[in-house]
């Protein structure tokens, strides 16, 4: 077998049907198919999971226990793998210490140059780090915020301390912490807060580790006096974990961040912000937008550091060239989308001088204007041009553009999927008459029979984070499309502004449902309820039986279907249930039926599958919403923790079809859906606004700008530069504005120019 290629023969990873292919090495093959057609099981739970169990058997087994663990796939054999980088849309995460300078390593390399030419010389490169005691502010260790207690929330000044004055856990009656105070000999305990002089209010409060000279006799005789916000600060401000995550709302109840008052939000000391290049210090450079960094940093010529000052022009140019210019290095990781996250990711292996890797993206237009994207797909590009093999799933049409080879998966989702149904270049796939083939060749058109507006919402002088005194009219009653790049602003005004003077507008996201591991979409949905009814009518038994987190739950795995196993210093392995065999259920609740089938396996129904086997109509209607909003092919038991972003927002967004003349916000709905699936997410938009819903859509998707009532596009570019209107109107209207991206790339959209 040829090495110029990765052969998988026999692939049958859920919904795989056994089934082999050939990716050519050293190009770039974009994997397409409508969402559950079988591209994640192909390309991440096979290829890449196999890839990264292989090289994970090379390390010693407690490096193996910290690394994420990969079961071997159900294949037969995968030929001419090589190491594989998985870059997907999973977010960064991260503690108040990570931030886009640290996580790329460009402020280590900022670091570096102002311990060369920095002036006055105040130390070496760690000096710099905010992450180093030498160089941190030591009023808030680097953190750049300190978190502050409210005095007014946490006492109740118009009661005593044996009546309850001190709110917060374990400082109330019969509370344990309370017992040093009311015990002290300090204290009158009767008397109301409001009646403590000055000195007794700062006793109460601040006074710490002082001897008590007149105590109760439950005193301990060794015990120093701890006022109360010292004692809250030792026992649950200071601590990562323990009692502060168990007392995390009470805390974020009666605490509050604010910028450090001593280093300005800066995190760094006095010493190390005296020092400056060019005028201006780290923190400062760090502050910058990344795009205006990068001009500061090429107006430095010191002969001393042209090479330090080289390779940051050069990492901050990537930054720039994959859209992230409005970005700043002082931004902390964990406030990043899944698609800054990935692109973050990339600007990684952009500098790497390894080759013959293999890159597997998940689809990186994510959350992209179409101006983004052919910046991204220079990149990716690029990468293979190193001599590297790049892999990609991916609905959109201007990144399948650059495939040399693409692997279409269908012919449907689910059960119906699985298959490959086409293998070739984008020429064969547009006349190969799958769906991704059709869609690609179907000639979109502007909607002209766009909906009147029945009244306006008016935001007026707008200001918050890039708009400054912004002024827009949001029609009501139609569906309205607000575009821009990422950065523009589009967040900002729908999401911060509009909450403002229309509180009552429901937004419909793509963060995680409330849930576990035991919550699934039958649960979630309310459905489940009904099925354990429908079990118990039909055979005359408790309905409590057939709830998998109560008495008819396996015992051995309490419901779960699998068992984890910790093997101390392995991996932690997780196996389908022995005793169940992944049922959930006891032989007993698996012995009663429903027309035929046990409970175990309507759970394992697709929605559509279920659609054919109900005929209850409270349960039907709920599954029709599903099945419009494109989650067909997930089945009824599939754990809400295993669904991405964009699937947790169809099944919301499937709730409030039965509603209407509401005002909803979808924060790009079109994420993880193919061209045909989109055609189905506009139909249910529609039948939304013609409920009498106001319907507003952050979205990049140009199908679905092609719909819009109302367009309002938002730029010219990201972070400073942006945050104006620079269109409001018909979308006919848009692609004559010469001022908008987006409008230029609708243009070349509809008119194939």
């Known amino acids: 077998m040829s090495d110029k290629y990765i052969q998988v023969l026999g692939a049958r990873e859920r919904n795989l049907k056994n089934i082999d292919v050939r990716i050519p090495k050293k190009e770039i093959t974009v994997f397409t198919g409508v969402s559950g057609s079988g591209k994640s099981s192909l390309v991440f739970a096979i290829i890449a999971a196999e890839s990264q169990r292989q090289l994970n058997e090379t390390y010693t087994s407690f490096i193996r226990h910290r690394m994420p663990h990969y079961g071997k796939p159900d294949v037969d054999t995968i030929e001419n793998l090589s190491v594989a980088f998985i870059i997907n849309q999973k977010r960064l995460g991260g503690n108040a210490r990570s931030t886009v300078g640290t996580i790329t390593d460009i402020y280590a390399v900022l670091r570096l140059l102002f311990s060369r030419i920095g002036q006055p010389f105040v130390g070496h490169a760690d000096v710099f780090s905010f992450n180093n005691p030498a160089g941190m502010c030591d009023h808030c260790e680097g953190l750049g915020k300190i978190e502050t207690i409210d005095i007014e929330k946490l006492l109740d000044k118009n009661k005593s301390l044996h009546e309850g004055a001190i709110r917060f856990p374990t400082f109330e009656p019969g509370g344990w912490r309370l017992t040093r105070y009311i015990h002290s000999g300090f204290f009158d305990n009767d008397k109301k807060i409001r009646d403590y002089s000055e000195n007794e209010l700062e006793q109460l409060l601040y006074t710490d580790g002082i001897k008590v000279k007149n105590p109760a006799p439950e005193w301990h005789k060794t015990s120093l006096y701890e006022g109360v916000i010292p004692r809250i600060e030792r026992s649950f401000l200071r601590k990562e974990e323990g009692e502060k995550v168990r007392y995390k709302k009470d805390l974020e109840r009666f605490v509050s961040k604010q910028n450090c008052p001593h280093c300005q939000g800066t995190r760094l000391n006095d010493k190390v912000r005296s020092c400056k290049v060019n005028g201006k210090t780290i923190a400062e450079c760090a502050a910058m937008q990344i795009s205006e960094l990068l001009t500061f940093i090429q107006s430095i010529h010191a002969p001393i550091a042209g090479t330090i000052v080289s390779e940051l022009a050069d990492r901050l140019q990537h930054m720039v060239s994959i859209g992230l210019g409005y970005l700043n290095l002082s931004r ?112 979109p058109k502007l909607k002209l029979d766009t909906r009147v507006p029945n009244s306006w919402i008016s935001i007026e002088n707008a200001t918050m984070n890039n708009l400054k005194n912004l002024s827009v009219d949001i029609p009501k009653g139609v569906l309205t499309v607000v575009t821009g790049v990422a950065g523009s602003g589009k967040s900002t005004l729908i999401n911060g502004v509009l ?255």
């Open 499 to 753: 909450p403002q003077l229309y509180p009552e507008m429901v937004l419909i996201d793509q963060k995680g449902l409330q849930g576990s591991k035991r919550s699934n979409i039958a649960t979630f949905t309310g459905i489940f309820d009904i099925i354990r009814k429908l079990f118990a009518k039909s055979n005359g038994v408790r309905e409590s039986l057939f709830s998998f987190n109560s008495q008819g739950a396996c015992p051995v795995c309490k419901g779960l279907g699998i068992t984890y196993t910790d093997l101390a210093f392995m991996d932690t392995i997780v196996t389908t249930c022995e005793e169940c065999h992944g049922n959930r259920y006891t032989e007993q609740v698996l012995a009663y039926r429903l027309r035929g089938k046990t409970i175990a396996d309507i759970l394992r129904l697709t929605v559509s599958e279920a659609l054919e086997f109900f005929q209850e109509e409270p349960i039907v209607s709920v599954l029709k919403r599903l099945s419009e909003v494109g989650i067909s092919y997930a089945s009824l038991g599939q754990p809400l923790n295993t669904l991405s972003g964009g699937e947790l927002q169809r099944i919301k967004l499937a709730s409030e079809l039965e509603y209407g003349g509401q005002m909803y916000v979808l924060d790009e709905p079109s994420t993880g859906l193919h061209m045909a699936d989109i055609e189905q997410l506009i139909d249910v938009m529609n039948r939304l606004v013609d409920q009498h819903a106001t319907l507003i859509v952050i979205e990049h998707n140009l199908d679905i700008i092609c719909q819009a009532d109302w367009m309002i596009d938002m730029g010219p570019y990201g972070g400073q530069n942006g945050g104006q209107v620079m269109f409001a109107g018909l979308p006919k209207d848009l692609v004559h504005c010469r001022e908008s991206l987006t409008g230029k790339y609708l243009k070349k959209y509809i008119y194939k120019i």
């Open 332 to 443: 902390e990781t964990d406030t990043l989308s899944g698609g800054e996250s990935q692109r973050i990711k990339m600007v990684g292996q952009l500098g790497s001088s390894l080759t013959d890797l293999t890159y597997i993206f998940d689809e990186p237009s994510m959350g992209l204007h179409p101006h983004d994207i052919s910046k991204i797909n220079e990149l990716m590009k690029l990468l293979r041009d190193k001599g590297n093999t790049v892999l990609i799933v991916e609905h959109d049409p201007d990144m399948i553009q650059i495939a040399d080879h693409i692997i279409d998966m269908g012919p449907g989702a689910g059960t119906q999927g699985g298959e490959v149904v086409y293998q070739g270049n984008l020429a064969g796939l547009k006349t190969a008459g799958t769906l991704t083939g059709q869609y690609l060749s179907h000639r």
